[in-house]
């Protein structure tokens, strides 16, 4: 079982970042009609985005492997706090509408 954590582990970080990227990339795009049906389906789009995060952050916590450097640990706490940001900066988008 902690051979399968490991190749989890390995990826998660990976799939982390790629999902914070392509959120934030889309995010930014905005909806592309100032129509309300776009709107809307923009907005769900990046709730589902971020629940996808969501979830990837709970797997990684779950599949963490205890390191000896602290590099990995760096690195995940870094992404970590990458995807808070993401999160609050989308919170903060949505009081404003």
């Known amino acids: 079982m902690s051979r399968l954590k490991g190749l989890v582990s390995a990826e998660?970080?990976?799939?982390?970042?790629?999902?914070?990227s392509s959120y934030r990339a889309f995010a930014a795009s905005g909806p592309t009609v100032a129509d309300a049906k776009e709107f809307a389906a923009h907005h769900a789009a990046c709730k589902a985005a971020l629940a996808?995060?969501?979830?990837?952050?709970?797997?990684?916590?779950?599949?963490?492997?205890?390191?000896?450097?602290?590099?990995?640990?760096?690195?995940?706490?870094?992404?970590?706090?990458?995807?808070?940001?993401?999160?609050?900066?989308?919170?903060?988008?949505?009081d404003e509408a």
């Open 12 to 20: 998660i970080d990976r799939a982390i970042e790629r999902v914070v």
């Open 52 to 94: 996808h995060l969501d979830l990837l952050l709970k797997i990684a916590r779950i599949t963490e492997v205890p390191t000896t450097e602290g590099q990995a640990d760096d690195e995940r706490l870094a992404l970590v706090a990458e995807a808070r940001a993401a999160l609050c900066s989308d919170d903060a988008g949505e």
